[in-house]
């Protein structure tokens, strides 16, 4: 019986991983559709390759950040992280339904603590964990942006005596391959490797592998190859949000807003920190657009992004509270 | 002076320069710099954004 919910759980982890490569995946090829670099399906290839491909390049931080240090590892159990996972899920469907560019993986660290609190109360939250995530939900868009703004600035100052504009323009559409291939590693590091974190939770706390376990390899591989699958079959509601809606964006700053939201992303994958990639495409997209003026950034869908982001941890919170509750009635 | 300070980016990020600030106590010590060094890039950049802002006007 222990060995099906096994099972179960890391089969419904690949499913969310799957979920989460169709619902944020999509966010980090939004730039270079919008800018015609690449045509949606070709994008969405090429970012599919390089989130499998960043297995290669990043270690396990961030799943070990998710496994260990957001509740105590005591009170996981394979009902907590079911329950985790449908909440998590649930989310991420809702918002997908609804067009907002949420975080899948604060939707996971919400339901991972909500499920947890549903089983054993408030204490088994850890402080330390959760303040280093919830440090970051604010400093991650915030770093993207100002790198976003400061990469667009130097672009521009040391082209700015450059006329041949058209072969510029060609120069930054084939350097935009290189950014958005830099973003979907990042994007393929940080984001799979929280489902390793939660089917690493799993089989620590069904006894399949001891406390100090590290993530197996199998892990490893079939989480970067259930993203890539999401990715290649991503959906284009929230590409046209991050976008075209946020601002217009020209090749020169899909370049900027990609290596930028990739520096973000390579830091924090390697320091352990489980950031969103959502939120860090989206605040270096806002800060190129800001390199021209205020006005050039449309405040409205960003607000509502940011709404979106809000309502996140406490939504998924719920609804895996609830759904713990149900099994734990149920069984 | 009240020409400079009218440029709306470069009060937006002395506001994101104050979040950063404030998330300094908040972040493990490790990683205290990144929040530091955050709020330098926007204080620099409140900086360029209000002189964009004022040489343009002047123009």
Same mark, same amino acid.
């Given at each position: 019986?222990?060995?099906?919910?096994?099972?179960?759980?890391?089969?419904?982890?690949?499913?969310?991983?799957?979920?989460?490569?169709?619902?944020?995946?999509?966010?980090?090829?939004?730039?270079?559709?919008?800018?015609?670099?690449?045509?949606?399906?070709?994008?969405?290839?090429?970012?599919?390759?390089?989130?499998?491909?960043?297995?290669?390049?990043?270690?396990?931080?961030?799943?070990?950040?998710?496994?260990?240090?957001?509740?105590?590892?005591?009170? *996981?159990?394979? !009902? $907590?992280?079911? #329950? /985790?996972?449908?909440? =998590?899920?649930?989310?991420? +469907?809702?918002?997908?339904? @609804?067009?907002?560019?949420?975080?899948?993986?604060?939707? *996971?660290?919400? !339901? $991972?603590?909500? #499920? /947890?609190?549903?089983? =054993?109360?408030?204490?088994? +939250?850890?402080?330390?964990? @959760?303040?280093?995530?919830?440090?970051?939900?604010?400093?991650?868009?915030?770093?993207?942006?100002?790198?976003?703004?400061?990469?667009?600035?130097?672009?521009?100052?040391?082209?700015?005596?450059?006329?041949?504009?058209?072969?510029?323009?060609?120069?930054?559409?084939?350097?935009?391959?290189?950014?958005?291939?830099?973003?979907?590693?990042?994007?393929?590091?940080?984001?799979?490797?929280?489902?390793?974190?939660?089917?690493?939770?799993?089989?620590?706390?069904?006894?399949?592998?001891?406390?100090?376990?590290?993530?197996?390899?199998?892990?490893?591989?079939?989480?970067?190859?259930?993203?890539?699958?999401?990715?290649?079959?991503?959906?284009?509601?929230?590409?046209?949000?991050?976008?075209?809606?946020?601002?217009?964006?020209?090749?020169?700053?899909?370049?900027?807003?990609?290596?930028?939201?990739?520096?973000?992303?390579?830091?924090?994958?390697?320091?352990?920190?489980?950031?969103?990639?959502?939120?860090?495409?989206?605040?270096?997209?806002?800060?190129?657009?800001?390199?021209?003026?205020?006005?050039?950034?449309?405040?409205?869908?960003?607000?509502?992004?940011?709404?979106?982001?809000?309502?996140?941890?406490?939504?998924?919170?719920?609804?895996?509270?609830?759904?713990?509750?149900?099994?734990?009635?149920?069984? | 002076?009240?020409?400079?300070?009218?440029?709306?980016?470069?009060?937006?990020?002395?506001?994101?320069?104050?979040?950063?600030?404030?998330?300094?106590?908040?972040?493990?010590?490790?990683?205290?710099?990144?929040?530091?060094?955050?709020?330098?890039?926007?204080?620099?950049?409140?900086?360029?954004?209000?002189?964009?802002?004022?040489?343009?006007?002047?123009?």
């Amino acid at each position: 019986m222990t060995d099906l919910g096994v099972v179960i759980v890391v089969a419904t982890a690949l499913a969310f991983d799957y979920v989460n490569g169709f619902h944020d995946a999509a966010n980090s090829i939004a730039t270079v559709v919008s800018t015609r670099v690449l045509s949606p399906r070709a994008a969405v290839a090429w970012a599919a390759f390089f989130n499998f491909a960043a297995f290669l390049i990043f270690g396990t931080h961030v799943a070990n950040t998710i496994a260990k240090d957001v509740v105590l590892q005591d009170v *996981l159990s394979i !009902g $907590v992280v079911f #329950a /985790a996972l449908v909440g =998590a899920i649930a989310w991420d +469907l809702i918002t997908f339904y @609804l067009g907002l560019p949420t975080s899948s993986s604060h939707a *996971l660290v919400g !339901g $991972v603590a909500g #499920a /947890a609190v549903a089983k =054993a109360g408030g204490h088994v +939250l850890l402080e330390e964990g @959760l303040r280093k995530i919830g440090v970051f939900i604010v400093l991650s868009p915030l770093i993207g942006l100002a790198l976003g703004m400061i990469i667009s600035l130097v672009i521009m100052w040391a082209f700015h005596g450059y006329h041949r504009v058209e072969r510029l323009h060609t120069g930054f559409r084939r350097g935009q391959l290189v950014s958005a291939a830099a973003f979907s590693l990042g994007h393929g590091a940080n984001d799979a490797q929280k489902t390793m974190g939660i089917i690493l939770a799993v089989l620590i706390a069904s006894g399949h592998l001891p406390h100090d376990a590290d993530v197996p390899l199998w892990v490893v591989l079939s989480a970067h190859t259930a993203i890539g699958l999401g990715t290649l079959t991503g959906g284009w509601r929230i590409v046209k949000t991050m976008g075209s809606k946020i601002t217009r964006l020209q090749p020169v700053g899909g370049v900027a807003a990609e290596s930028a939201a990739a520096a973000t992303l390579f830091f924090t994958s390697s320091a352990g920190i489980p950031v969103s990639t959502t939120h860090t495409i989206t605040g270096a997209i806002v800060g190129v657009g800001a390199t021209h003026r205020l006005s050039a950034v449309r405040w409205g869908v960003a607000g509502r992004v940011v709404w979106a982001w809000v309502l996140t941890i406490p939504g998924a919170f719920l609804v895996s509270a609830v759904v713990y509750k149900v099994i734990e009635v149920l069984s | 002076m009240r020409e400079m300070f009218s440029d709306r980016r470069a009060i937006v990020f002395i506001v994101f320069a104050a979040v950063c600030v404030a998330m300094v106590p908040l972040a493990d010590p490790e990683h205290r710099w990144v929040a530091w060094v955050t709020a330098i890039a926007y204080v620099v950049l409140a900086v360029l954004s209000a002189l964009d802002h004022w040489s343009r006007s002047k123009s």
